[in-house]
Structures are given as C-alpha cells and as structure tokens.
C-alpha cells in the first residue's frame, strides 16, 4: 500500500512537471522535461554507473571508518572517566565547526582522490555514533547491573554481554542518521575538489549547461542514498530485534 | 564483591548481621540490628515500604557497602539474588536468561541442568522463546530458574512476586517453597500473609529508624502453609493490627 502511494505520488510529480516544461516552454538548459532527464540517464548510464561506483565506495568506506571510530570513542569515554573529561568536550566543540567549511582544507590536506571525500563521510558518521552508542552505554538497567554484579561478572563480562547488547537500539539510531547524511559528506567533498564521482559530475555538467545530465546524476544520488539507508535500516531491524518498533510492529499485532 | 574487612569468610556458624548500621545522607535508615538466618530456612522480613528492608537485604547481597560497625558473617559464597523485576534479558532467550550467571562469568554452561530446573518451573516448552513472548508469571519463573543455577546455598529475594497478580503469586509461592525446600533463604516481602505462608521465620522490620524483631510462630514448619487456616488467618489479622496499628478494623 505504502509503495504504491510513493509510486503514484511520483508519476503524479512526473506529470506536473512534464506539464510545466511544457506548458512554459522553459528553455531544456534551465529545467529539463522528465523525458529529457530519462533519455540522458539512458544515453549515460555508463558514465553514471562509473561516478556512482566512486561515491558508494566513498559513502561505504566512509560509513565504515565512522562506525569503527565511532565506537572506539563511545567505548572509550564509557571506559574511562579521564578520557570523558578530555575528549568529551573536545567532541562536542568539533560538532559546531560545520563539516562543509572544512571540506576545502581537508582536499588541500588529503588531496583530489577518494582520501578526502572518505575523511569527509567519515567525519559527519562519526558523531551520530559516537554519540548514541555513548549514550546508550550509559543508561543500561541499573536492575541488569546489579544483577551481574551478584553473579560476580568481571567488569568486561558485563560490557560485552549487557551493556553492549543493551546500547545496540540507541546506536542503531545513530547509524540510521549516518546512513541518512554519508551521502552529503562525500558529495561535499566531491563539489570542493574532485576528478571523479557524482558530485563531481554534478558539478561538470552544471558548468557545461548540462542540466537534463545534472538531475540524472541527481536521481542516481538520491536512489542510491535511499537505498543505503533502507539497507542499513533492514539491517538493524534484522539484527535488533529486542526494541520493536512500536510505530509498526504492536499496531500490526493489535490489528 | 563485598568488602573483605566486613566479612568474615572463615566463621562457620549462622549467617549473621551484627550491629548494622546504615544511613542515607543525614537520616539514619537502621542502626544496632542484629539479625540471623537458619540455615536450610525460610526467613521472611516483612516491613512497609521504604523501611529499609531491601536494602539489608542488599547488604547480604554485596549489593550495598557495610558501614561501620556493620559486620557480616557466615556468607561463604556470593549469594544467588533475585530482585522485584525478572531482570531478564530481551536479548536473550529462557535459556540463555537461566545460564546468564556462568554466561557472565565465562563458566562451561550446564545446559542439561538449566533444562531441569526450566522443567521444574514448568517451562520446557518455552525454552527457545524471547522474554517479550512470555507472560509476566512465565517470566518471574525464568527469573527463578536463573536464580538456582547459581547453586548458592543462600538466596536472597527482594519482594519477588510484588509486580504478579494474585492468582499466579501463589502459585509461584507454592512453587518457591518447593525449589527452595534445602536452601538458606531471606525473603524480604511487604505481605503479611505471604510471609506466613512461606516463612519457617519471620522477622518484622519498623520503626525510625528501623529495628528488627521476630514474631514467635506456633503454625509448625510445613511451608508453604495453607492460608485458609484459621490459626494463619488469625494470625495475619494479628499481624496487621501490629504493622498498622491505627487502623481500627
């Protein structure tokens, strides 16, 4: 039911536009008709599939690296309480620097390849996981705490087989977020500097009055982008089953 | 654990608390009490909430630190705790949540045993299931077969039944009294008549701040005791007018 509705709101759009293009007899250079846009999707497809190929790989490495870093942090301001007063602070000064001013110095640093874009991916991921998961360690069940303690378990026990556990459904959270802004990381990054990938190609043909291939790298971004985060999103869901979703699940039961 | 200075591993005899001494902030929540478990019974503590009981309670379980001149003696081994809450793991199925404590401390995991004692809480078809898939009786007996893997011979219960309806409250206690049949138990309850139905002893815990003091029993030793009979239902009705004694009834 949900799809269809998407489907038929987007052929709805589809329609209104194509009017529009029509009707207004905009030039193709400043809004391109849908079928303009398809039959450039078509006609470039290889060279959309060549960019896309460098921005996934951008949006994944960079999904890993946050994710590892993220959790090394959390892991490490939950372990200890020096490294909370130390870093803790630092974090969140680092969030309000905006990641899109440092793109440019991060090019300079890391230059034109795929380095930079992934530290820029990797920057914007690492705080929604670092923050939920550090959040998540900390508010596990005083009950389940005290209950391990009585069994005697080691301080490490209780991390691996409670608190961990225990924080996966707020750092999931974290990671939809992350999945749901790595995209805008690498395009970034792509926009400031780049040779390669879809930001990139944006950018190009933007330049060249290209507009009808602009959205169709637009389009290949956006279906991609929904596709990772729905990706992760399964995923976690697979994963985590511990917190249902009581949007979804209890209603459907109920029903 | 629990602090070494406090405990005297090496005494055999009861387990005891003497002079126990606990404050919060300024307020003094019981001091001087001197209290002592049987071994191989059942020993209720009953009191109002907020009286002090779990947390004496929590001081046998190493759970809070003894404050001076606090002593604790005859506990030879962790003891095996049970809280209000199943505390039951959502990760984990029954019997995964039962062999929690050898989980924790990365013992082999007896699972031939855990099968018994889910048995015996009536649980052998649910073994697979996740605790959000079981009732909230259902769970309080995973909760119980998790505390007797421990293998303690002292269990400690903080008002276990206090979030069960009536109707399975006493079917656990029947159960309860029959699983716990050799064990040294401490069951610290804010129900009279489930003290006088599982308590080989019963020890009543009032006052600001609290002390404590034994209620002489004469219903025999037979746990659990039948509460339709008079003798416990007098004495329940004694045992109310004690513990609330501005309530003309």
């Known amino acids: 039911m949900m799809l269809l509705r998407v489907i038929i709101s987007l052929i709805v759009m589809v329609i209104i536009w194509q009017c529009i293009t029509w009707l207004t007899d905009t030039p193709h250079y400043i809004l391109p008709s849908p079928l303009r846009v398809i039959s450039s999707l078509w006609v470039n497809h290889l060279l959309l599939l060549e960019h896309l190929s460098i921005t996934v790989l951008e949006i994944c490495l960079g999904l890993v690296f946050g994710t590892v870093f993220g959790f090394i942090s959390a892991l490490s301001l939950m372990w200890s309480s020096t490294i909370r007063r130390w870093l803790l ?15 440019p110095l991060l090019v300079l640093w890391l230059g034109y390849g795929v380095t930079s874009k992934v530290a820029m991916a990797t920057l914007i991921i690492y705080f929604p996981v670092a923050a939920t998961l550090y959040d998540g360690l900390r508010r596990t069940n005083i009950g389940w705490l005290e209950l391990a303690k009585t069994m005697g378990a080691s301080p490490f026990s209780v991390l691996l087989h409670i608190r961990l556990p225990a924080a996966m459904p707020a750092m999931s959270s974290g990671l939809r977020v992350a999945a749901a802004v790595a995209p805008i990381g690498a395009v970034v990054g792509e926009w400031v500097g780049a040779s390669s990938g879809l930001g990139y190609l944006m950018l190009h043909a933007n330049g060249r009055m290209e507009t009808d291939l602009m959205f ?13 985060y729905f990706t992760i999103d399964f995923i976690l869901r697979r994963a985590i089953t511990w917190q249902p979703d009581s949007l979804l699940t209890d209603f459907e039961e109920l029903k | 654990m629990i602090k070494k200075q406090a405990i005297d591993f090496s005494s055999s005899g009861s387990i005891k608390l003497q002079d126990a001494y606990f404050r ?3 307020s003094i929540l019981f001091e001087n009490i001197n209290f002592d478990l049987s071994y191989g019974k059942i020993s209720c503590l009953l009191g109002v909430s907020g009286i002090g009981k779990s947390t004496l309670l929590r001081l046998f379980a190493g759970l809070v630190s003894p404050m001076a001149p606090t002593k604790i003696f005859g506990v030879t081994e962790p003891p095996a705790y049970m809280g209000q809450n199943d505390l039951l793991l959502p990760w984990l199925n029954v019997l995964q949540n039962t062999l929690l404590g050898p989980r924790l401390r990365r013992k082999k995991q007896d699972i031939t045993r855990a099968l018994e004692l889910l048995k ?12 959000r898939h079981l009732s909230g009786g259902m769970r309080q007996r995973v909760a119980i077969a998790r505390t007797l893997i421990e293998d303690s011979p002292l269990v400690l219960l903080d008002e276990p039944f206090a979030s069960i309806d009536s109707l399975n409250r006493h079917k656990l206690q029947t159960l309860i009294a029959k699983v716990l049949s050799k064990k040294t138990v401490l069951l610290v309850t804010h129900d009279p008549l489930e003290a006088l139905r599982l308590g080989h002893r019963i020890f009543i815990m009032e006052g600001i701040p609290a002390k404590i003091r034994e209620l002489k029993i004469t219903l025999g030793d037979n746990i659990p005791r039948n509460t339709s009979r008079a003798d416990v239902l007098l004495a329940q009705a004694d045992l109310l007018k004690s513990l609330a004694p501005d309530n003309n009834q």
């Open chain 1, 216 to 228: 169709a790298a637009l389009f290949t971004l956006a279906v991609i982008s929904l596709f990772i």
């Open chain 1, 89 to 103: 602070p630092l974090l969140v000064i680092s969030q309000a620097i905006p990641v899109f001013a440092i793109a």
């Open chain 2, 120 to 131: 015996m809480v009536g649980l052998s078809e649910h073994v697979d299931k996740k605790p």
């Open chain 2, 24 to 26: 919060y902030g300024n």
